[in-house]
């Protein structure tokens, strides 16, 4: 099993649960969903998500999502992971709380990947 993670805000996943599938805003404006490596994912909650509140983090099973995950190349750097199309909710296996410390940044969590 390989995971990935995205970051998003509380109502939204809850909005998710009660329909059974996740949809980002980014899969309407940009045709996918942002996600990131056990590597990015501070980065990326860095850079975006700075000094925001009743964040969750997604830790998902890349065997399970139905629709395609490419890892596009960014800024000609780096590749991270991206779903083209909705996200099943069976292939979330873990939500965890993502606060930012008092810093208003963020720290890798625990991220036992027990399902």
């Not at 000094?51 to 960014?74: G, P």
Request: proline share 3%; with cysteine.
């Amino acid at each position: 099993m390989q995971t990935i993670f995205h970051i998003t805000p509380r109502q939204e996943w809850e909005k998710a649960k009660a329909i059974g599938v996740y949809r980002a805003q980014s899969l309407e404006t940009e045709g996918f969903i942002h996600c990131s490596t056990s590597a990015q994912v501070v980065k990326v909650a860095n850079t975006f998500f700075k000094n925001q509140t009743d964040l969750l983090l997604l830790f998902i099973n890349t065997d399970k999502v139905e629709s395609e995950i490419r890892y596009d190349l960014v800024l000609n750097k780096e590749r991270f992971p991206h779903i083209y199309g909705a996200l099943n909710i069976n292939a979330v296996f873990k939500v965890i709380n993502f606060e930012a410390n008092q810093n208003g940044l963020f720290e890798l969590p625990s991220l036992n990947l027990s399902e």
